[in-house]
C-alpha cells in the first residue's frame, strides 16, 4: 500500500473510491480513518466528520481525541453550540479513559473566550485550572493566556487582561518548541494572526 494513501490534504470522489478500496484490505480500520479524518478537519471539515462517524463504529480507544477532533471540524463549519458539547464529550471520556488525553481542556476554554461565551466562562476557568500544568508547547502557554487575557478583559479586569496577553504574545513569538528532535511543534502559526492582534490592543498599557 502507498504509505500515504489515508494523508490525502484534498478529497475527491476518485479519492474517496481509492481510500475506501484500500481502507477494506487495511487490517487497523480505525488507524487509517483517524488520520484521514485529522488531515482534512480543517479543509475539509464535512468530510473529517463522516471519516469520525466511521472511525466510532471500528475503535474506542482513542475517544477523547475523536471527539475533540470533531469539535475541531464543527468549529471550521461555524457549528459553535455542537462543537461545545463535542469537546465537553472528549472530557468526560478522558476523565474516564485518563491515558488518553485530547486538546480539549486547552481549546474548549480558547473557544469559550474567543466566542465571548459568558453563560461557559465559569466552566472555562475550571478547565484552565486544570491546564495550568500541562502547558508544554508554546501553543498551549498561548491558548491558557489567551483565554485568560478575553476573559478577563470581558469583565473589565483591565490589570489581570493586560498581564496574560502580553504573556500570550510572547508563546505567540517562541520559535522554538523546546524539543530537542521537534523544534517546530507545537508553535503558534497565521491562523491566529486575528486574535493576537487583539491582544496587542490588550497589551497597551
Known amino acids: 500500500m502507498n504509505d500515504d494513501w489515508y494523508r490525502n490534504t484534498t478529497w475527491n470522489a476518485e479519492?474517496?473510491?481509492?481510500?475506501?478500496?484500500?481502507l477494506t484490505r487495511a487490517r487497523d480500520?480505525?488507524?487509517?480513518?483517524?488520520?484521514?479524518?485529522?488531515?482534512?478537519?480543517?479543509?475539509?471539515?464535512?468530510?473529517?466528520?463522516?471519516?469520525?462517524d466511521r472511525y466510532f463504529e471500528y475503535d474506542d480507544l482513542f475517544l477523547a481525541w475523536a471527539h475533540g477532533?470533531?469539535?475541531?471540524?464543527l468549529l471550521s463549519l461555524d457549528r459553535i453550540e455542537e462543537a461545545l458539547v463535542a469537546y465537553e464529550d472528549a472530557l468526560?471520556?478522558?476523565?474516564?479513559?485518563?491515558?488518553?488525553?485530547?486538546?480539549?481542556?486547552?481549546?474548549?476554554?480558547?473557544l469559550i473566550a474567543t466566542g465571548g461565551?459568558?453563560?461557559?466562562?465559569?466552566?472555562a476557568s475550571e478547565l484552565l485550572q486544570l491546564a495550568a500544568s500541562d502547558l508544554e508547547l508554546p501553543l498551549d502557554e498561548f491558548l491558557w493566556h489567551t483565554a485568560h487575557a478575553l476573559i478577563a478583559a470581558d469583565t473589565d479586569d483591565v490589570e489581570s487582561a493586560r498581564s496574560h496577553a502580553e504573556q500570550a504574545l510572547k508563546a505567540a513569538g517562541r520559535e522554538h518548541s523546546g524539543f530537542r528532535y521537534h523544534p517546530k511543534a507545537g508553535l503558534v502559526s497565521a491562523k491566529y494572526n486575528d486574535v493576537i492582534k487583539k491582544l496587542e490592543s490588550l497589551s497597551i498599557p
Open 29 to 52: 480500520k480505525a488507524q487509517y480513518l483517524r488520520i484521514q479524518a485529522t488531515t482534512l478537519v480543517e479543509t475539509h471539515p464535512e468530510v473529517s466528520l463522516k471519516l469520525l
Open 117 to 123: 461565551i459568558q453563560d461557559c466562562y465559569n466552566r
Open 92 to 110: 468526560a471520556r478522558e476523565a474516564e479513559f485518563p491515558n488518553v488525553q485530547s486538546r480539549a481542556r486547552h481549546n474548549l476554554p480558547y
Open 69 to 73: 477532533t470533531r469539535a475541531e471540524a
Open 15 to 22: 479519492i474517496e473510491c481509492a481510500f475506501n478500496e484500500k
